[in-house]
């Protein structure tokens, strides 16, 4: 028989890396077939002004309690059908409230991959006028209004590119269209290949909100209030997307009400952020959805922040966050760079985490891979020729947008132009060498990412190839601490290593390596195939060559 409780991955790892004692909520949702998910921490954080709840995606809920503690630990006081898990710094003790009383039970753990097998993340696109007087009566009023329009069959849901159109009503349904034949259809026959699915375990699908206004059955004339007082008006368009988990066992009818409780949610959070805005006028702006989905929190925050407002503002209300998800406090999750969605003209077409899928080391060792999201840069590329010259140019980009998709920077992908341009600019090179095709190496790869980003970086220097397969354990640290991806020169030639398996007993090691030599288009078949994202053992190495290796070193940021 399966456990009644599911533990997300990502919240053992979070719950186990707590080292004081600290208590709060347990966060996720009951599947339709009555097992319990937990997905997230949730904890009392000072400064927090809005209920921690609305952090967290729809359908989510509080199903339990958890208790970080140093021992022995007291039996949790549980409402019926809630659970609780503890960790006493040496093992994890769930417990479960039925109506027969408390019991310890035991849990399964559920890797993100899994977690993605049973749901769909829904995407709710919207456009809302928040207008309203400065007054906290008015927002009220305004918000109050914009959820009852939502809890109504005025909310429509159209299907990106479909004719099936959702209503917030029993039926469910307003027009059928697209792969949707009758409302008993599941989410999961309905979106069963479809979405996007590249490198990453979920599948995405877009409803753009439509507020029916022909659904309003009122007769009465309308009636025009001239009110020649004066007054503030707080002028706010709430432009974003509200993110939901959808069953894939969910009935096609039954969706619209969730969608709505998803753009509800993002109400609730503007609403606070108007409140700010009314108290302190440099927070003004219009207010522009933020989902993240974090490798570490393995589901999706939700956050808005007013646009066009300086980021020491907003780092406040961040700490708060990180604090209220116990989410570590020197790693931005939260920024505008780490949204789901990327910011128009942000989105790079070089492929992703293209080490997915290849065939696994043979080494049997400790294994490290550079964990979040980066992507694959190599020869050829954007419609520029640098064939044969610009290997290590494409592996700083990769570093770059390492950085770029975990939320460090949001500074664009430096083009070879402005690599050389840096170097000009700070004396390491001539003036010369601005518009040509000469090569650069590890060290002048750490001086553009300092000067350009502000990235520090360690180097390690080696003889030989022989050398450098001795240097597992060291290469194994930075990826288990820092986790970036590492540029190594050798020759004429430079790689990007983006993962290493290293046994200590044998000395045996295996390294994970992104090739930017490669000249094809973003064919993810043909690069894990043919060996341009491999797993490569020592002999890749030129043994007669010196290697350099640029380790980028994380900012300590939030």
């Not at 430096?414 to 090179?429: A, F, N, S, W």
């Not at 590890?442 to 980003?453: A, C, K, P, R």
Request: proline share 4%; aromatic share 8%.
């Amino acid at each position: 028989m399966e456990p009644r409780l599911c533990l997300l991955s990502q919240l053992i790892k979070r719950l186990q890396s707590q080292q004081d004692p600290t208590e709060g909520e347990l966060y996720g949702l009951t599947t339709n077939e009555g097992q319990v998910v937990a997905v997230t921490l949730v904890t009392k954080a000072e400064g927090l002004k809005h209920d921690e709840s609305l952090l967290l995606p729809v359908p989510f809920t509080c199903v339990g309690k958890f208790q970080v503690c140093k021992g022995e630990h007291a039996a949790p006081n549980l409402e019926s059908g809630q659970v609780a898990v503890i960790w006493d710094q040496q093992e994890i003790h769930t417990y479960s409230k039925e109506e027969e009383g408390l019991s310890i039970g035991n849990y399964a753990t559920l890797s993100q991959e899994e977690f993605y097998k049973s749901f769909i993340l829904a995407k709710v696109h919207f456009s809302l006028d928040l207008s309203s007087k400065e007054t906290s009566s008015s927002i009220k009023n305004v918000i109050q209004s914009l959820r009852d329009q939502l809890e109504s069959p005025a909310a429509c849901f159209r299907l990106h590119n479909t004719n099936l159109l959702l209503e917030n009503s029993e039926e469910g349904i307003l027009s059928l269209g697209g792969p949707v034949s009758d409302g008993e259809e599941t989410v999961a026959s309905v979106f069963k290949g479809s979405g996007k699915k590249k490198t990453t375990p979920y599948i995405v699908v877009s409803f753009q909100l439509m507020l029916n206004r022909s659904s309003e059955t009122s007769t009465d004339a309308p009636v025009v209030r001239i009110d020649n007082r004066k007054t503030n008006v707080l002028s706010t368009i709430f432009s974003g997307e509200a993110v939901v988990y959808l069953e894939k066992s969910t009935q096609i009818s039954h969706i619209a009400e969730l969608l709505a409780q998803g753009v509800i949610q993002q109400l609730l959070l503007a609403e606070f952020w108007l409140g700010e805005q009314v108290s302190d006028k440099k927070l003004r702006g219009t207010l522009t959805s933020v989902n993240s989905l974090h490798f570490i929190a393995g589901h999706v925050v939700n956050v808005i922040y007013p646009n066009d407002v300086d980021d020491k503002y907003l780092e406040t209300y961040r700490k708060s966050v990180h604090r209220a998800l116990l989410f570590p406090s020197d790693r931005p999750m939260l920024r505008w760079a780490n949204r789901l969605t990327p910011a128009p003209g942000s989105k790079s077409s070089a492929l992703t985490n293209t080490h997915v899928g290849v065939k696994p080391s043979k080494v049997n060792g400790d294994v490290r891979i550079v964990p979040g999201t980066y992507g694959y840069h190599h020869y050829m590329q954007d419609r520029f020729d640098d064939n044969k010259w610009g290997c290590a140019y494409r592996s700083l980009q990769t570093l770059v947008s390492w950085f770029r998709y975990q939320g460090y920077t949001e500074k664009p992908i430096p083009t070879h132009k402005e690599i050389q341009k840096c170097l000009v600019d700070i004396g390491d090179k001539p003036s010369s060498f601005l518009g040509s095709r000469q090569w650069i190496g590890s060290t002048e790869v750490g001086y553009v990412l300092d000067n350009m980003f502000g990235i520090s970086s360690k180097f390690i220097f080696v003889s030989s190839g022989a050398e450098l397969t001795c240097k597992g354990r060291e290469l194994l640290m930075h990826f288990q601490i820092q986790g970036t991806p590492i540029m190594v020169g050798g020759g004429v030639l430079a790689h990007t290593i983006i993962g290493v398996d290293w046994n200590a007993q044998t000395g045996d090691i295996s390294f994970l390596i992104l090739d930017p030599h490669y000249t094809g288009s973003e064919d993810l078949n043909t690069i894990q195939t043919k060996g341009w994202c491999c797993w490569k053992g020592p002999d890749f190495w030129d043994p007669a060559a010196y290697y350099n290796l640029c380790l980028p070193q994380r900012p300590s940021c939030i």
